[in-house]
């Protein structure tokens, strides 16, 4: 599929050529054929974006919020009317799947972009606390720098609460999954969004992406991706006393107690590894299984993940760096002696960055596949020996952002939850709620995205007292 692309950024309301004349090329990672080549933006580019969105700032953030609500209603329907080709647009530069780009990379957005434009109008941007009166007032420009593994949702998770907020935005996505981001852009524009409200560079991470984190007229950051990345975003930032939102690695364990529906338990959880080829920060790539049950998970574990066939249900990896990164990780959990299973680390088909789906068993808590971010298609089945056991696997990695709990009943499961290290967990298969908040424990981040607390990451807080 060739697609169209600007060859220019969205600024101060229009397409404009870039500052330079770099470009990146966008590359089909199920063919690795080059799709379309989009401006690498120069910290010039930044700059004139940063300009537009300051001298935007003043009259959006005095917009009245049913205003700025029915705004974002409109930029909800107009992702809703491209639905369609923003789907084959995320297959074609992604690698989903048809089915999983329009039902989560294209659907699941809509959804947000509609949770603010409610939050917009409803949410109490002034409170009276005895005394006082209490304002929740915009920050200022908002820098959202955003990855290529959900490529619009985390543009809506990031944009649509800042312009709730009464922010305006600079927007760099990820080098790898721009066109998104420009499809995004042009539904902002056809909103009726003003000029300077919502602006977008393209461009690489060290250059554009850290021109934007360091600028002096950003007043937040806010950075979805590695751990590695969003410590040196969040250095930059804290060099300058900026806000500063990240939403970074994880680990996230799935552990299954004795009272499970076992079946069902380890089923959900293969599928949840293998959904967008395991490039989902939250993933539960660890599943913890009693050691009475331990082997008729695994093989329930081998049964299921033969249904993710390369090419079919299984989408290959972004690009050829994550690729053979992913691989040798698979490599790696050999040579530390964990038992393959499923899968492995030669190539499946012939062309396209795709890898096996992976599952190993035998997984002790130290090895690197079982403490360290993969982002792939990769299961490591942990054995625990008891309650305790399972608590302390579970809480022993340096991430704390998603996770679940199996059990009998609810309230079995939530009791173990409760003492998980980990901003999300699952209740025996609860469904994913765009409403709740959304963001992690230790080296996984700080901040949330979605629903109120997302919006409260881009308000200040004033006191008036009488």
């Known amino acids: 599929m060739q697609v169209q692309a600007h060859n220019g950024m969205y600024i101060d309301g229009a397409w404009r050529p870039a500052a330079g004349t770099g470009t990146i090329a966008v590359v089909n990672p199920a063919d690795e054929r080059v799709i379309a080549h989009v401006p690498a933006g120069t910290a010039e580019d930044v700059d004139a974006a940063v300009r537009a969105a300051r001298a935007a700032f003043p009259a959006w953030a005095a917009t009245p919020p049913g205003e700025r609500s029915a705004l974002l209603a409109a930029l909800r329907d107009a992702l809703a009317a491209r639905e369609d080709e923003i789907a084959e647009t995320v297959t074609a530069e992604l690698g989903a799947p048809p089915q999983l780009a329009r039902a989560v990379h294209a659907g699941l957005p809509v959804a947000v972009a509609g949770s603010y434009a409610e939050l917009a109008g409803s949410h109490r941007f002034e409170e009276r606390i005895g005394n006082s009166t209490v304002l929740l007032e915009p920050v200022g420009v908002v820098g959202a720098i955003t990855p290529w593994n959900y490529p619009l949702h985390q543009i809506v998770a990031k944009v649509a609460p800042a312009l709730a907020a009464g922010c305006t935005v600079v927007l760099k996505p990820a080098e790898d999954t721009p066109l998104t981001a420009q499809l995004f852009a042009g539904a902002a524009h056809e909103a009726g969004l003003p000029a300077g409200v919502f602006n977008l560079v393209t461009g690489l991470g060290p250059v554009a992406g850290q021109a934007l984190a360091g600028h002096e007229g950003v007043d937040l950051v806010s950075f979805t991706g590695s751990t590695a990345v969003g410590r040196r975003v969040g250095a930059i930032a804290g060099a300058a006393v900026k806000r500063v939102a990240l939403e970074l690695g994880g680990k996230s364990a799935n552990v299954i107690l004795p009272s499970a529906d076992l079946a069902r338990a380890v089923g959900a959880g293969v599928a949840n590894v293998m959904s967008n080829s395991g490039q989902t920060c939250s993933a539960w790539t660890r599943m913890l299984v009693h050691r009475d049950q331990y082997d008729e998970a695994v093989e329930l574990a081998a049964r299921a993940v033969a249904k993710y066939v390369p090419g079919d249900r299984l989408g290959p990896l972004v690009n050829a760096g994550q690729r053979d990164r992913v691989r040798g990780y698979i490599e790696k959990g050999v040579a530390e002696g964990a038992r393959l299973v499923a899968g492995g680390p030669d190539a499946p088909l012939d062309k396209g960055y795709f890898v096996r789906p992976t599952v190993f068993a035998d997984v ?77 424990y230790k080296q996984s981040g700080v901040g949330r995205e979605l629903g109120a607390h997302g919006l409260a990451e881009y308000l200040h807080t004033k006191s008036l007292q009488f």
């Open 364 to 440: 002790t808590p130290d090895m690197a596949i079982a403490q360290e971010e993969i982002f792939g298609p990769v299961l490591s089945v942990l054995r625990y020996e008891d309650e305790e056991d399972a608590l302390r696997i579970a809480n022993g990695t340096v991430y704390g952002l998603g996770g679940a709990v199996w059990a009998g009943d609810d309230a079995e499961a939530v009791a173990f939850a409760r003492r998980m290290d980990t901003g999300q967990v699952d209740i025996n298969g609860g469904r994913f709620n765009p409403l709740a908040p959304f963001g992690g």
